[in-house]
């Protein structure tokens, strides 16, 4: 019976140990961090290969991506400064610098992120009429990536780009714009038909008068 109690015992340190030991290794993969609190205190961030913590009093979170990470925001309603509204679609291009900032200053980054986005675009595009807002793309990426890296940086992120995808106008101005471009294209249409029609009638005077000199020569 004391053999048999030693034997369980023994298979149970010799668990508990393995267990221990597989919880003091974490591999983190390449591009990749996750942070470490140390009794509900941080204490460092793990870096791609191999860690070791301690196991029961470290706390290793969720890992997070360094790479340059690309968020589609849905089309927002923005306001122009002629009281039109237009639907802007982005995209946005970042990069996690500081894993630390990333987890512990902001508790959404991506949200945040998103907000920011939306009420920046708003404060740029109120400022144009609706015709500076779609020839000014370059302008708004320019504008939105300055605040948006200024105000991010505090937080362990880095914008690298800001694109706008579409800039999508009232129907009734498309409607509009669809009439203007057809009554161009018709109008360009009437002219080259004049234009040919006129350089046909000059080549056959020609045509006529060179006959008629060779008719008089004859």
Do not use: C
């Not at 597989?22 to 390449?30: C, H, Y």
């Not at 039109?84 to 946005?92: G, S």
């Amino acid at each position: 019976m004391d053999v048999s109690a030693s034997l369980v015992a023994g298979l149970l340190i010799a668990l508990i140990a393995i267990f221990t030991v597989i919880r003091a290794v974490r591999i983190v993969p390449q591009a990749r961090a996750r942070n470490v609190e140390r009794l509900g205190r941080y204490h460092k961030t793990l870096t791609p290969g191999l860690n070791l913590v301690i196991p029961y009093i470290d706390r290793v979170h969720p890992q997070i991506d360094l790479r340059e990470q690309v968020v589609s925001f849905r089309p927002q309603p923005v306001i122009t400064e002629d009281n039109l509204v237009v639907e802007i679609d982005t995209v946005l291009y970042f990069q996690v610098t500081d894993p630390r900032a990333a987890f512990y200053e902001i508790a959404d980054f991506l949200q945040a992120v998103e907000q920011l986005t939306v009420t920046t675009l708003r404060n740029v595009v109120g400022s144009m009429d609706l015709e500076k807002t779609l020839t000014s793309r370059d302008t708004i990426n320019s504008q939105l990536r300055g605040v948006l890296d200024e105000a991010t940086g505090k937080w362990g992120l880095r914008v690298n780009r800001v694109e706008i995808k579409a800039i999508d106008p009232p129907q009734s101005i498309k409607e509009a714009m669809q009439k203007q471009m057809r009554a161009e294209r018709d109008k360009r249409a009437a002219i080259l038909g004049a234009e040919g029609q006129r350089q046909s009638q000059i080549l056959t005077a020609e045509g006529d008068k060179q006959a008629a000199v060779l008719r008089a020569e004859g």
